[in-house]
């Protein structure tokens, strides 16, 4: 797919075509207004990344131009203007989506694949066409489960094909698909990527007329006959062990070339510092010029973008600190007004030597297995681990190697109760948790509240191998499951950002929204497995939204944690009777906050599975 950049920011736009390279998007870019116009008359697009700020033609005149002129093709605005008039003003002229720099790259290119699904006619997590296989979230391709070694170029052609498994493209037309503006091929290099991508489909196994030659009209995916195997669109896939989606080596490969890239750019962002500099010196000498003052504005506006990219929030804060003042400095600033502006220059400057932060993965191993625990029955443990051999599936004894179905043991509950309980802690306090369910035939009510205590998921009354399968082979099932969609409202920016760094490592797909009069179109657009909502916020308080969605039948189930600074009974008593999941302190470790989150999100996966499973 083909992506235009219009961004006359040179370190952002070099980032971003790095990034969304790396992702095997065809990249061109185009630096200001009118030049993106051009492109887009010349060349056809499946998306625009569009700038606000740029020179001759701002972003939103020109999005108005486009949508005037009839071009459909979806607009991410990208934006360092966080106020919601930029934003009402940008979605009015046409754009289908805005994001406020600084932005997480995860985040960016999730909502670039939301607007391509939609620009298109059929949503389809993987194409697939007989037996060749291609995963556009992972960028992997295979034939009969045989990994394929493509380049960037090789994995764009075939995505093409199976994008339109029954049109055929000419050279000209893939030309226009897969390669930018500057690059400027002839259409022999087409001729020699479809032999290159022949011979590697050939040696996986493919027949070597799979992408056939249609005289007079170019290439195209050669139609399955009917004794052949059938076309797939929806295929099915192969059984999974259910695990929220780790950090990936792909994303630790950005990571890494952004560091890179950063001391590429280090000499043009220390030339910025140094206008700001100059501006500085001016002020105090009174000779302070519009031209100069719109250059110092447009500096620091482009550095906290940057910076923002970059993970160096405090570099971000400091540079959008100096442009409002810039914005707004007063007629006559005073000794400590440019003793302010200076301390910030020189934060400033201070943070243009940081490296940007590492981002490790997270390895989540096998613990998304959910764990049988049976109440001192070893022979039922026996019972179970041979009757789920004869189902072929995979039980295995707490402490032995491999990946399984499920883990089990056998534990006491009754005899030397506080070991047992302690023991069982350090599985559900995990982070993230797993699945910890107690069968036992002797539980009674302190049992039960002793197991509550330490947020045991789920306690049956009852021994019975067959029922134990049976919830196992539920879990199974559960090979497709959506990641984890989570509503955070809260009208601090820091901590929408700090909580995106703290839940999107564990699979969590979070959505944020600081402006609470948009909370309702929000909700049903996200439609949240959780809610997190901010206690203290204008407009409409956390307690008020909470009471709105228990008031909906369609929400009267969904978790939702009210997050504060003042957890007071007072507090405890209002988020009770709004009909609140939980009440969370603010002032808590990182690592509680995720804990709680992640366990009230698997608390309610548990029970919507057992709901299922008794219908």
Same mark, same amino acid.
Request: glycine letters at 4%.
């Given at each position: 797919?083909?992506?235009?950049?219009?961004?006359? /920011?040179?370190?952002?736009?070099?980032?971003?075509?790095?990034?969304? @390279?790396?992702?095997n998007?065809?990249?061109?870019i185009?630096?200001?207004?009118?030049?993106?116009?051009?492109?887009?008359?010349?060349?056809?697009? /499946?998306?625009?990344?569009?700038?606000?700020? $740029?020179?001759?033609?701002?972003g &939103?005149?020109?999005?108005?131009?486009?949508?005037?002129?009839?071009?459909? @093709?979806?607009?991410?605005?990208?934006?360092?203007?966080?106020?919601?008039?930029?934003?009402?003003?940008?979605?009015?002229?046409?754009?289908?989506?805005?994001?406020?720099?600084?932005?997480?790259?995860? #985040?960016?290119?999730a909502?670039?694949r939301?607007?391509?699904?939609? +620009?298109?006619?059929?949503?389809?997590?993987?194409?697939?066409?007989?037996?060749?296989?291609?995963?556009?979230?992972?960028?992997?391709?295979s034939?009969?489960?045989?990994?394929?070694?493509?380049?960037?170029?090789?994995?764009?052609?075939?995505?093409?094909?199976?994008?339109?498994?029954?049109?055929?493209?000419?050279?000209?037309? &893939?030309?226009?698909?897969?390669?930018g503006?500057?690059?400027?091929?002839?259409?022999?290099?087409?001729?020699?990527?479809?032999?290159?991508?022949?011979?590697?489909?050939?040696?996986?196994g493919?027949?070597?007329n799979?992408?056939?030659?249609?005289?007079?009209?170019?290439?195209?995916?050669?139609?399955?006959?009917?004794?052949?195997s059938?076309?797939?669109?929806?295929?099915?896939?192969?059984?999974? =062990?259910?695990?929220?989606?780790?950090?990936?080596?792909?994303?630790?490969?950005?990571?890494?070339?952004?560091?890179k890239?950063?001391?590429t750019?280090?000499?043009?962002?220390? #030339?910025? &510092?140094?206008?700001?500099?100059?501006?500085?010196?001016?002020?105090?000498?009174?000779?302070?010029?519009?031209?100069?003052?719109?250059?110092?504005?447009?500096?620091a506006? =482009?550095?906290?973008?940057?910076?923002?990219?970059?993970?160096?929030?405090?570099? +971000?804060?400091?540079?959008?600190?100096?442009?409002?003042?810039?914005?707004?400095?007063?007629?006559?600033?005073?000794?400590?007004?440019?003793?302010?502006l200076?301390?910030?220059?020189?934060?400033?400057?201070?943070?243009?030597q940081?490296?940007?932060?590492?981002?490790?993965?997270?390895?989540?191993?096998?613990?998304?297995?959910?764990?049988?625990?049976?109440?001192?029955?070893?022979?039922?443990?026996?019972?179970?681990?041979?009757?789920?051999?004869?189902?072929?599936?995979?039980?295995q004894?707490?402490?032995?190697?491999?990946?399984?179905d499920?883990?089990?043991?056998?534990?006491?509950?009754?005899?030397?109760? #506080?070991?047992s309980?302690?023991?069982?802690?350090?599985?559900?306090?995990?982070?993230?948790?797993?699945?910890?369910?107690?069968?036992?035939?002797?539980?009674?009510?302190?049992?039960?509240?002793?197991?509550?205590?330490i947020?045991?998921?789920?306690?049956?009354?009852?021994?019975d191998?067959?029922?134990?399968?049976?919830?196992?082979?539920?879990?199974?099932?559960?090979?497709?499951?959506?990641?984890?969609?989570? $509503?955070?409202?809260?009208?601090?920016?820091?901590?929408?950002?700090?909580?995106r760094?703290?839940?999107?490592?564990?699979?969590?797909?979070?959505?944020? $929204?600081?402006?609470?009069?948009q909370?309702?179109?929000?909700?049903?657009?996200?439609?949240p /497995?959780?809610?997190?909502?901010?206690v203290?916020?204008?407009?409409?308080?956390?307690?008020?939204?909470?009471?709105?969605?228990?008031?909906?039948?369609?929400? +009267?189930?969904?978790?939702?944690?009210?997050?504060?600074?003042?957890?007071?009974?007072?507090? $405890?008593?209002?988020?009770?009777?709004?009909?609140?999941?939980?009440?969370?302190?603010?002032?808590?470790?990182a690592s #509680?906050?995720?804990?709680?989150?992640?366990?009230?999100?698997e608390?309610?996966?548990?029970?919507?599975?057992?709901?299922?499973?008794?219908?």
């Open positions: 797919m083909k992506i235009l950049i219009v961004e006359d /920011d040179d370190c952002i736009a070099k980032t971003l075509e790095m990034v969304l @390279t790396r992702e998007y065809a990249i061109d185009a630096t200001s207004g009118e030049a993106g116009w051009r492109y887009v008359e010349t060349f056809a697009y /499946d998306l625009i990344l569009l700038d606000i700020v $740029l020179p001759q033609l701002d &939103i005149a020109l999005c108005q131009r486009l949508r005037s002129h009839h071009y459909a @093709t979806p607009v991410l605005l990208i934006t360092a203007q966080e106020s919601s008039p930029d934003r009402i003003s940008g979605l009015d002229a046409g754009a289908d989506d805005y994001m406020t720099k600084p932005f997480e790259f995860a #985040e960016l290119l909502r670039i939301v607007l391509l699904r939609r +620009s298109q006619s059929e949503v389809l997590t993987q194409y697939v066409w007989e037996h060749l296989r291609l995963d556009p979230t992972s960028c992997k391709v034939y009969r489960d045989q990994l394929l070694h493509l380049t960037p170029k090789e994995y764009r052609l075939l995505e093409l094909f199976l994008r339109h498994p029954r049109q055929a493209f000419s050279r000209g037309r &893939i030309l226009e698909h897969l390669w503006c500057e690059e400027n091929p002839g259409e022999d290099t087409v001729t020699a990527h479809i032999k290159g991508l022949r011979h590697k489909l050939k040696r996986a493919a027949p070597s799979l992408i056939e030659t249609v005289y007079g009209l170019g290439y195209r995916l050669r139609q399955i006959n009917e004794a052949g059938t076309t797939q669109n929806n295929p099915q896939k192969k059984p999974q =062990k259910f695990r929220i989606n780790a950090s990936t080596d792909k994303e630790q490969d950005i990571k890494t070339a952004l560091r890239l950063w001391k750019f280090r000499q043009q962002n220390q #030339e910025r &510092i140094q206008i700001l500099h100059r501006s500085i010196t001016a002020l105090e000498t009174g000779d302070f010029q519009r031209e100069l003052q719109e250059q110092a504005i447009l500096t506006h =482009k550095l906290a973008g940057t910076l923002g990219v970059y993970d160096l929030h405090e570099g +971000s804060r400091l540079a959008l600190n100096i442009e409002a003042w810039l914005r707004s400095r007063p007629a006559l600033p005073t000794a400590a007004d440019l003793q302010q200076s301390s910030w220059v020189s934060q400033l400057a201070a943070e243009l940081r490296e940007p932060p590492e981002t490790e993965g997270v390895d989540l191993g096998s613990w998304r297995y959910p764990l049988i625990v049976i109440d001192d029955h070893a022979d039922l443990v026996d019972r179970v681990i041979e009757l789920g051999r004869l189902q072929n599936l995979t039980i004894r707490v402490g032995e190697s491999g990946a399984p499920a883990w089990i043991l056998s534990l006491p509950l009754t005899d030397a109760i #506080e070991e309980l302690t023991r069982l802690q350090t599985w559900t306090e995990q982070v993230p948790p797993i699945s910890v369910m107690v069968f036992s035939d002797r539980i009674n009510l302190p049992l039960r509240v002793r197991l509550a205590q947020n045991v998921h789920a306690i049956f009354a009852a021994l191998a067959t029922a134990i399968l049976a919830l196992v082979q539920w879990f199974q099932r559960q090979t497709d499951l959506p990641t984890s969609r989570i $509503l955070l409202v809260d009208d601090d920016p820091q901590v929408l950002t700090g909580m760094h703290l839940l999107e490592p564990w699979g969590v797909t979070l959505t944020t $929204l600081e402006a609470t009069p909370f309702w179109d929000t909700l049903v657009d996200c439609t /497995d959780l809610i997190i909502l901010d203290e916020m204008p407009h409409f308080n956390g307690f008020e939204l909470c009471q709105v969605v228990r008031s909906a039948p369609r929400w +009267s189930q969904l978790p939702i944690v009210l997050f504060t600074m003042h957890n007071n009974l007072e507090t $405890l008593e209002q988020a009770i009777a709004a009909g609140a999941t939980r009440l969370l302190d603010k002032s808590i470790a #509680e906050v995720v804990q709680c989150i992640l366990n009230q999100l608390r309610s996966r548990l029970v919507q599975s057992l709901t299922a499973l008794n219908q």
